[in-house]
């Protein structure tokens, strides 16, 4: 009998996690995206960042907690160490962030929201996503030591490249250092970060609407704070106190979703990370349609659509696989007596 082939979830998550961060939020639209030698340069940073991180946070035997201070720190090493946007006035991107929140080399403001972008988007919702489409490997390691050494070298090689021949600008020492001991505490805090003790499962979970409000609710405030506020009389410290407000605020009102109702099941999970995609979602045709950009965003309608009927496949998996349970357990559709 031949062995049955299935694909590898991290695969899945290498290709999966530039295509979030760097697709969907149209910050490379499809043209440019699907350029051969981007799309190489992109999945050898995001993919090799997404599945290093995922792996990490098995090895040390961690959750959620250590994943996101994890991608905290890729987000450092991607924007501080490679494209150096932590630093550049220049770079392509910033807008008047180029200015406003610069502090002694530094643009603090970018700094701040792009850290908490990366670990949600680049790091925590695409290895969600990929947990919940395999879920009988979600416990388990995805790669064997001799990959992840070669992923290693795949994310250090791309990292140099980037810093090297991506711009010609060249960050002080100073801000070099602080980059990289930046890096260095938010791993190590990873290492020794618990997920909070969660209650029994309750009786009655929350509708999975309120988790979607959430995630949605989170990440428009972000990109409100960090777009829209630097336009205002607000000065750069506050708009950082309003970006840690927002993160602060998110996390407890999801804290006190799951200390009120127990661990969330896997619909919860998926509302969580489809509410901050919804903002990027309806994003998507509106960027489009934007003439002011400079480069060209055709297609992003399509990418945007591409993502919802991906989220509704996937949710319609998991009801699937959670009407198989419940007949495996003699259980009724509804959970009560069979």
Known sequence: MTKRWTISPALV?????PTVAELLSGSAPPREFFNPFTLILLMALYGSGAVLCRELTRRWRKGWLCLLCLGAAYGILEEGLMVKSFFDPAWVDLGALGTYGRWVGVNWV???ALTVYHAVFSIAIPVLLVELAFPSRRADRWVGRRTEVGLWILLT??????FLFLTPYRPPLAGLALASAGILILVQLARRLGDPALPAPATALPR????WLTGFLGTLGLFFVAWVVPGTRVPPMGTIALIAVVVAGSGLALFRIVRASGPLGDMHRLALAAGGLTFFIVL????????AREDDTTGMALVGLAA?????????RLRAGALAADRAAGASPAGGPG
């Open 284 to 291: 998507a045709p509106l960027q489009e349609l934007d003439a």
């Open 110 to 112: 970018w700094a701040a």
């Open 13 to 17: 998550l290498f290709f999966l996690s």
């Open 208 to 211: 999975p609407g309120r988790l």
């Open 157 to 162: 090689a791309d990292v140099l490249f980037g």
């Open 308 to 316: 919802v009927i991906l989220l509704i496949a996937l949710a319609a």
